[in-house]
């Protein structure tokens, strides 16, 4: 009996061992897997850093083109206003000159009625003062 026993054992052991070969073998796949997917992901970070710095490269070149065309832009407000300013006093000295001028038209207007004796408003002749009278 003590022989069926240690060959039942025996059995038992060597199921244990092919058990445990055959998880071994599975770990080792396991493990390559990982390997590699950690291989790959190395690589992935690696690109991201790369791709980070040329970001912040990008980032800073826009940065500069922003503030150069942010300094034109001021530039060409500055010279705005200065050309508002300027054409607020000719429109100023023109409105004032065409006051002047209607003014100026209102008088020659009355004196040339006043000399011809035709009424430009009622657009008729009537008797002059400046006339003599038959």
């Given at each position: 009996m003590s022989e069926i026993l240690s060959i039942i054992l025996d059995v038992l052991l060597l199921a244990g061992l092919g058990t445990m070969i055959f998880y071994c073998f599975k770990l080792s796949k396991s493990l390559d897997?990982?390997?590699?997917?950690?291989?790959?992901?190395?690589?992935?970070?690696q690109e991201l850093s790369e791709n980070i710095i040329k970001a912040e490269g990008a980032i800073a070149g826009l940065k500069d083109t922003a503030l150069s065309s942010g300094e034109d832009l001021q530039r060409v407000i500055d010279r705005s206003k200065g050309l508002i300013d300027e054409l607020e006093i000719m429109n100023d000295a023109g409105d004032s000159l065409a006051e002047r001028l209607e003014k100026l038209a209102e008088k020659n207007r009355i004196a040339?009625?006043?000399?011809?004796?035709?009424?430009f408003e009622r657009r008729y002749v009537r008797k002059s003062r400046l006339m003599p009278r038959p």
């Open positions: 897997t990982f390997r590699q997917g950690r291989e790959e992901f190395g690589r992935m970070v040339a009625q006043e000399l011809s004796g035709y009424d």
